[in-house]
Structure formats: structure tokens, C-alpha cells
């Protein structure tokens, strides 16, 4: 199993509509996670910023090529443009990875 972090910005005075859209993740958007192996995704902010974790149990080569192949991530990605912004790694079409610095088991 490996980790993945990312990180994006929530557009000003977006915060309470970003997390409207998340309380109502579409149910075809978990599946093709859960697909690409992901479980354990956690989304934080503090301020305008947010921090994205989860664990790939396929890898997360895997979990990105799965992803970036799937209409239903191109969909919700469009959908969450007028509320943030993330830059898309155009290798992989995923979230740039954040590089692990500590790990503490």
C-alpha cells in the first residue's frame, strides 16, 4: 500500500460551497476511486488551502492511471473549476505528488 498527498487552493469566499459539493460526492466519483484502489482519502483546509491524503492499495501509479483514464474524474475536475484550483500533472493527468519527508508507524 502506498500513500499519496496533494495539495490546492479553494477559491476566495468558496470554502462552505467546496464542501457542499463533497457532502455530496457523487456516488459514480467514490466507485471509480475505490476502482483505482484509493481508501482512506482524507481532505483538509486551513484558510484557502487544502491538503489531500489517501492510500493506494494498488499503487499509486495505478490509482493516477486509472484516474486520469476515467470520464467521470474529467467531469467532477470541470465541475470543481469555479471553486478551486489545482494544477494537474500533465504526465500523469493526476494531482502533482507531494514528496513524504517523515513517517512515523
Known amino acids: 500500500m502506498e500513500r499519496f498527498a496533494w495539495k ?3 477559491k ?3 470554502l462552505a460551497e467546496y464542501k457542499r459539493r463533497h457532502d455530496a ?3 459514480e466519483l467514490k466507485q471509480v476511486l475505490k476502482d483505482a484502489g484509493i481508501s482512506n482519502y482524507t481532505i483538509w ?3 484557502n488551502e487544502l491538503f489531500g491524503y ?3 492499495e494498488k499503487g499509486v501509479a ?3 492511471d486509472y484516474q486520469a483514464k476515467s470520464e467521470v474524474v474529467d467531469r467532477w475536475n ?3 473549476k469555479d471553486v478551486m484550483v ?3 500533472d500533465p504526465e500523469t493527468g493526476a494531482q502533482p505528488k507531494m514528496q513524504q519527508v517523515f513517517f512515523l508507524a
Do not use: Q, R
Open 12 to 14: 476566495d469566499g468558496m
Open 8 to 10: 490546492a487552493t479553494v
Open 54 to 56: 489517501f492510500e493506494c
Open 25 to 27: 460526492i457523487w456516488p
Open 45 to 47: 483546509n486551513t484558510g
Open 62 to 64: 495505478y490509482a493516477e
Open 86 to 88: 489545482m494544477e494537474l
Open 78 to 80: 470541470a465541475y470543481m
